[in-house]
């Protein structure tokens, strides 16, 4: 696989300030000075500092002298959400417009990311009303996302973070994902544009053409604020004021739908990272075949559909997009709402929600059991096998072996467990966790962790001459490498033949009240 520094260009950027100054209480609305290189080249040493305006938002948050003081914000995770082109954090369409990208807002999502305890970063890009607006400003992709990056550094975010993007800026979702991989958890993808030319921005060569006569002929730049601005608002695509019009074209001239491609890899490739992809069937934008297509590209997903607006189809949708992260193990779940149209984080603002927070807690169940796995060596990734130092005690023995398990749960690499419960395989004598290579598959289908023990002495874990194989050694050993791995409830013993009895005493053994 091509490294990702190999073909991604990190731009530098610094804090200029590490205080922000609240410019809107009731929006909660903050503005912090950013300092980027736009053109991602740290040779060339071109640095652009301007105002950005950002919308803060993290339940329980008490702000001192209408300042932020860069809290760590939620246990769960942070969600930085990119608008699309024309757009902000917020909307300004008057409720009778439905055809308006100022919906490209977060405040349907908001209230119910406060609600589940989710801190929300909602960007402001430069130039598109809110943020300051700088005349070198090119709105390509690498200053955009320069631009995120460097609002990230002087906001302290470092981890647990879902970018989440609409149109447009799922692009830029997509790319800040890839570029961040240490710092990302999830991406959300809403009415992604795709991966090729799209109704919405078709004859491409037009808005290029606008784009070009408005760098070459600055004289222009006066007829075509004015005649933009008319046009949008003409047509329902609200904009407040020709600036912003023109700033809407050249990021729509800058879009990269082919160069999506490799970041789109990285993360399916990336274990770590979550992936929910919702788009519309009725969206007067994006052809669903396209949509279709770049969902396809999520070879390994959990697909569903929705086929009507009613309440209780999305509910059940909701239900197996939950069980989808937390129960089987999926890393991406891909939706199509067949009668909605380019606005899904207004309509369906409940699914998304509800995404983000099982993507969040999905990821939390995975880093509370690395916490456990930093010291123990994968021996086997196909067969999912482990190998720890296992210290146990013994009657007045003290015994310390390498012990070698193995360690399943559907499609984790992790491994994060399930909810459902924890399969303890127990074997013969002989045996080893292999005796059970035909029943884990289905325990994992059903969503079930599987722990493979192999006793000392059986071939895999280490063997000692001071080992005496009683029930009460076996019974010990067992109940060590539960301790060790943190396993504390919903244990299922499972035993074949010389390992039933073992199985059957340790249920005894770890009854809950016992």
């Known amino acids: 696989m091509t490294s990702a520094s190999s073909w991604i260009v990190s731009p530098t950027f610094a804090p200029a300030r590490p205080l922000s100054t609240c410019k809107d209480k009731e ?35 008490i702000i001192i002298d209408f300042r932020d003081t860069m809290p760590s914000g939620s246990a769960l995770g942070t969600v930085i959400a990119t608008h699309g082109s024309p ?3 917020k909307s300004n369409a008057h409720p009778c417009i439905v055809v308006v990208f100022h919906l490209e807002d977060w405040k349907y999502i908001t209230p119910r990311l406060q609600q589940a305890g989710v801190r929300l970063i909602g960007v402001n890009y430069p130039g598109f009303g809110i943020s300051e607006d700088l005349p070198d400003l090119t709105h390509e992709n690498i200053e955009r996302n320069a631009f995120v990056e460097a609002l990230m550094e002087n906001l302290g975010l470092n981890e647990n973070i879902i ?25 959300v993808l809403l009415n992604s544009p795709g991966l090729r030319i799209h109704r919405g ?6 808005i290029e053409f606008l784009s070009n006569t408005y760098e070459r002929y600055p004289s222009l730049r006066g007829i075509l604020h004015y005649i933009m601005h008319k046009y949008y608002n003409r ?22 739908l082919h160069g999506q491609g490799p970041y789109q890899k990285l993360i399916i490739e990336n274990e770590h990272i979550r992936v929910m992809f919702a788009y519309a069937g009725n969206d007067f934008l994006i052809e669903d075949a396209i949509s279709r297509e770049f969902s396809s590209e999520f070879t390994k997903r959990t697909h569903l559909i929705c086929k009507t607006s009613a309440a209780d189809e ?15 193990g999926q890393r991406t779940v891909t939706c199509e709402f067949v009668p909605d149209g380019h606005f899904l984080q207004k309509f369906r603002a409940a699914f998304i ?3 983000i927070v099982a993507m969040l807690q999905a990821t939390k169940n995975d880093r509370n059991i690395w916490i456990v796995l930093m010291s123990i060596d994968l021996l086997d990734p196909d067969d999912r ?59 994992e289908q059903a969503g079930l962790r599987v722990i493979g023990i192999n006793y000392p002495g059986f071939g895999l874990t280490q063997d000692s001459d001071d080992l005496q194989h009683t029930n009460e050694e076996r019974t010990a050993f067992v109940e060590a490498l539960i301790g060790r791995l943190d396993l504390t409830q919903r244990l299922i013993f499972l035993g074949h033949s010389r390992g039933s009895e073992n199985a059957l005493a340790l249920a005894v053994r770890n009854t809950v009240g016992d």
Not at 236 to 256: D, P, W, Y
């Open 87 to 89: 757009g902000s954090h």
């Open 353 to 355: 929600a509800d995404a």
């Open 27 to 61: 929006q909660m609305l903050f503005s912090t000075q950013v300092e980027f290189d736009p053109s991602g080249d740290e040779k060339i040493g071109k640095r652009v500092s301007l105002e950005a305006v950002y919308q803060y938002v993290v339940i329980g948050l």
């Open 235 to 256: 047509i329902g695509l609200r904009t407040s004021s020709g600036r912003v019009a023109m700033n809407s074209i050249k990021t729509m001239a800058n879009i990269s």
């Open 163 to 187: 970018f989440m993007g609409h149109s447009r800026g799922s692009e830029n979702a997509l790319k800040l994902s890839a570029r961040n991989p240490s710092k990302t958890v999830g991406t």
């Open 314 to 328: 999305e509910a059940a949708a909701s239900k197996e997009m939950r069980k989808a992260f937390l129960t089987d």
């Open 385 to 443: 096998t482990y190998r720890t130092p296992l210290g146990f005690t013994c009657g007045d023995r003290e015994l310390t072996l390498d012990t070698v398990f193995q360690w399943k749960v559907k499609q984790d690499t992790a491994p994060s467990g399930s909810p459902l419960a924890t399969v303890i395989t127990v074997h013969g004598s002989p045996g080893s966790h292999k005796d059970f290579k035909y029943i884990t598959p289905h325990l």
């Open 201 to 206: 921005i078709r004859p491409f060569s037009i």
